[in-house]
């Protein structure tokens, strides 16, 4: 007796081959897709970082700046510019 190949009773299906192409198709285009929404956070992120730096550093100047224009030194030199001074008596009323 030979032993040959046995011949299935009945060939694949076409539409099964199809299906799972489809499939194969769907999948690698899914992954591609969740590849590229995490490469585009990446770089949103990336600029949300480099905005908040510049934020902070921003913060940082205006609260020199504000510091600077209220510091007391500065406030007495302009006094005088002005005419400034310190309350006369009687102009300072304190309340209940």
């Not at 769907?26 to 992954?31: C, I, K, R, S, V």
């Not at 970082?49 to 209220?70: G, I, Q, T």
């Amino acid at each position: 007796m030979s032993r040959g190949r046995i011949k299935p009773s009945r060939p694949p299906s076409r539409l099964l081959r199809a299906i799972l192409a489809v499939g194969v198709i769907a999948l690698g285009f899914a992954t591609l897709m969740v590849r590229l929404e995490a490469t585009q956070e990446g770089y949103r992120l990336s600029t949300l970082r480099s905005d908040n730096l510049k934020l902070e550093e921003r913060n940082r100047d205006l609260r020199l700046a504000v510091a600077e224009l209220a510091s007391r030194e500065r406030l007495r030199a302009l006094a005088p510019k002005f005419n400034l001074g310190p309350p006369a008596p009687g102009q300072v009323v304190t309340l209940p």
